[in-house]
């Protein structure tokens, strides 16, 4: 056996121990799972990259919003959404809306009058 002596910022150190005691491991336990781990595969066991800009923004397009997205780009092709302006919003707000929201809203309803 030998020592290998590493420095490392207090809080990852506490936040480290405090994960491998729920799992059951020692700090040195869990330093020696990776170095094995990392034998095996002969590499890092798990991806270590930079995060581009462009990866970044992609994190708005993740499957469950791109359902969204496309369910709101279906409504407005059939004719299913309305636009507002913010102070059409602020008068909805105050119970006052505009005739366009009226319409809108009795249209919405089945109530649409001539």
Not at 27 to 52: D, K, L, Y
Not at 79 to 87: I, M, N, V
Not at 98 to 110: I, P, T, Y
Request: charged share 30%.
């Amino acid at each position: 056996m030998t020592n290998i002596t590493i420095r490392i910022d207090d809080t990852v150190k506490h936040e480290a121990e405090t994960l491998f005691s729920k799992l059951g491991l020692s700090m040195s336990s869990a330093i020696n799972v990776f170095f094995r781990q990392a034998i095996r595969e002969q590499a890092i066991p798990f991806p270590i990259r930079c995060e581009t800009k462009e990866e970044k923004y992609d994190e708005y397009f993740n499957p469950q919003n791109m359902k969204i997205l496309m369910e709101s780009i279906a409504q407005e092709e059939r004719g299913e959404t309305l636009s507002f302006t913010l102070a059409e919003l602020k008068a909805m707000e105050t119970g006052k809306p505009s005739r366009k929201v009226v319409d809108f809203l009795e249209k919405a309803r089945g109530n649409a009058y001539d």
